[in-house]
């Protein structure tokens, strides 16, 4: 019991913000997402923009929650998500690195869409050793925290054998203006960082050996919004 009550101090989070998993995962309970914003769809859609410079501000739970919601979130009954996936199979999964997020201690939580909570994977601010993987973006590094998307293939290789990969990549894509789009209307910035090592992203994130990494989103404030 200690030791969850210091994990709690560390997330600055309360009890019930705060369960664990079967396998004593630690989980952090997210918040729960806005279906209305201040920004129409057509708004979005004109100032989305690749940004590469963020602000030195912390990037805000309420956001952070919004962002993996666009990204994946639960969207109807029956699992089906903000976006499409070939069989309704989804093979991706969602990570963030988090190195200066509201809430959670720098390390690396793998999003759990039924739930909308995080799982913790790991300790550390890695955004330093991720940015080295990716070839020396600093971006990643400068970023509060980062987005990352990994495939599990054998999810729709089973249904679609060798298309399914490419079925992968377009959901890849989907996922990524989803995120564009809710950054824009929140007044963030994000960016696709599909250049980097796929064995050292790996490495660096403790990833398991079939979640491959097929995309980075550095996400924050934008420093010119």
């Known amino acids: 019991m200690r030791t969850i009550l210091l994990c709690l101090l560390i997330l ?10 079967q396998e004593n995962d630690l989980r952090v309970s997210l918040p729960p997402v806005e279906s209305k914003g201040e920004l129409s769809l057509e ?13 030195r501000r912390s990037l805000a739970l309420e956001d952070l929650s919004q962002l ?21 199979l989804y ?5 963030v690195v988090a190195g ?5 201690s720098a390390g690396v939580y793998r999003y759990q869409p039924k739930t909308h909570e995080l799982v913790h994977v790991t300790n550390g601010d890695l955004r330093k050793p991720l940015a080295s993987a990716a070839l020396g973006q600093e971006w990643v ?28 990549h377009m959901e890849v894509g989907h996922v990524a203006q989803n995120v564009y789009l809710q950054a824009a209307a929140r007044g963030l910035g994000t960016v696709f960082v599909g250049a980097f ?9 403790n990833l398991p050996a079939d979640h491959e ?9 934008a420093r010119n919004r």
């Open 12 to 21: 600055n989070l309360s009890v019930s913000d705060v369960t664990l998993g």
């Open 43 to 55: 708004e979005a859609l004109k100032l989305r923009r690749s940004v590469r410079e963020f602000r």
């Open 68 to 88: 993996l919601w666009a990204a994946q979130g639960i969207t109807a009954r029956g699992g089906f998500r903000t976006a499409p996936s070939a069989g309704a």
């Open 91 to 95: 093979p991706l999964e969602l990570y």
């Open 100 to 104: 200066d997020a509201e809430g959670l």
């Open 141 to 168: 590094r400068r970023a509060p925290a980062v987005l990352a998307i990994t495939s599990v293939y054998q999810r729709s290789t089973k249904k679609y054998g060798r298309r399914g990969h490419r079925y992968a």
């Open 197 to 205: 090592d796929d064995k050292k992203v790996q490495e660096v994130l």
């Open 213 to 221: 990494p097929l995309g980075l989103m550095p996400v924050g404030y």
